[in-house]
T-cell receptor, first 114, second 109 residues
Framework: EAGVAQSPRYKIIEKRQSVAFWCNPI?????LYWYQQILGQGPKLLIQ????????DSQLPKDRFSAERLKGVDSTLKIQPAKLEDSAVYLC????????????FGQGTRLTVV | GQQVMQIPQYQHVQEGEDFTTYCNSS?????IQWYKQRPGGHPVFLIQ?????EVKKQKRLTFQFGEAKKNSSLHITATQTTDVGTYFC?????????FGQGTELSVKP
């Protein structure tokens, strides 16, 4: 079974530039999560999708971050414009169902904003 | 908002010693999951606890879910160098999966 695919693995941008991350979840997984993990901290949930609908985006900084999951499969997360404090690893995860199932994580995208 | 607190933040042990990390939620959870993240890696699922007071074991690892479904613990007996990494609890409420800050375990051989 193929895992969660994310790209790119690494990205370095200057502040005020824009960046986009892509995630392809495990086939058949209805729930998709985007987490931000700052070095030394736990993953912080940015947005959670159930198929192509948003379950929760309460911690997504909507003035600069956006995410979509068209057709309920793969997803993109965009930051525009980036700030220095956005430097982190962005993890995508998916699970079969919304409840009572484990989340499978991708390798993550390490973003450095300079 | 919902918070999941985890202590300690760091734990350094000698190989063969035991290790415990504790997780507390401000609200009742539907279930709690535990993940392990190796340095440079991504979180990998270990186990899920659903029932009040549930205890599960995986070899040297023992997981507990509190009676009120607000707290949990992970205990490792006789740590090995392969246990090195950060252990996260993740509480699920209302469908959301919220992670604690993690406990970083280092093991001295």
């Amino acid at each position: 079974e193929a895992g969660v695919a994310q790209s790119p693995r690494y990205k370095i941008i200057e502040k005020r530039q824009s960046v986009a991350f892509w995630c392809n979840p495990i086939s058949g997984h209805a729930t998709l999560y985007w987490y931000q993990q700052i070095l030394g901290q736990g993953p912080k949930l940015l947005i959670q999708f159930q198929n192509n609908g948003v379950v929760d985006d309460s911690q997504l900084p909507k003035d600069r971050f956006s995410a979509e999951r068209l057709k309920g499969v793969d997803s993109t997360l965009k930051i525009q414009p980036a700030k220095l404090e956005d430097s982190a690893v962005y993890l995508c995860a998916s699970s079969l169902l919304e409840r009572n199932t484990e989340a499978f994580f991708g390798q993550g995208t390490r973003l450095t904003v300079v | 908002g919902q918070q999941v607190m985890q202590i300690p933040q760091y734990q350094h042990v000698q190989e063969g010693e035991d290790f415990t990390t504790y997780c507390n939620s401000s609200t009742t959870l539907s279930n709690i999951q535990w993940y392990k993240q190796r340095p440079g890696g991504h979180p990998v699922f270990l186990i899920q606890l659903v029932k009040s007071g549930e205890v599960k074991k995986q070899k040297r690892l023992t997981f507990q879910f509190g009676e009120a479904k607000k707290n949990s613990s992970l205990h490792i007996t006789a740590t090995q160098t392969t246990d090195v990494g950060t252990y996260f609890c993740a509480g699920r409420r209302g469908g959301k999966l919220i992670f604690g800050q993690g406990t970083e375990l280092s093991v001295k051989p």
